[in-house]
């Protein structure tokens, strides 16, 4: 069974390497991605797991807008 820790580490590295491959469209997939998984740990009462997941999306959000800022 997948557990949190794995899909964290699944996400960080799916967020680096979009970044450095500059897939902006990628990265805003891992987003939304991350923010249903946010709303379902919301859902079941687990504070620390959103948190988790809000700072990954954040992370993704942040690396999107430094890449469009690059393109421009």
Same mark, same amino acid.
């Given at each position: 069974?997948? *557990? !949190? #820790?794995?899909? &964290?580490?699944?996400?960080?590295? *799916? !967020? /680096?390497?979009?970044?450095? +491959?500059? %897939? ?5 997939? &891992? @987003?939304? /991605?991350?923010? &249903?998984?946010?709303? =379902? =740990?919301?859902? +079941?009462? %687990?504070?620390? *797991? +959103?948190?988790?997941? @809000?700072?990954? =999306?954040?992370?993704? +959000?942040?690396?999107?807008? @430094?890449? #469009?800022? #690059?393109?421009?």
């Amino acid at each position: 069974m997948l *557990t !949190i #820790e794995q899909l &964290v580490g699944y996400c960080e590295r *799916t !967020i /680096a390497e979009r970044h450095l +491959a500059g %897939d902006r469209e990628g990265l805003r997939r &891992v @987003q939304l /991605a991350l923010a &249903v998984l946010m709303e =379902a =740990a919301q859902s +079941a009462g %687990d504070k620390e *797991t +959103a948190r988790r997941l @809000q700072l990954l =999306a954040a992370r993704s +959000a942040n690396l999107q807008e @430094q890449l #469009e800022g #690059e393109g421009a």
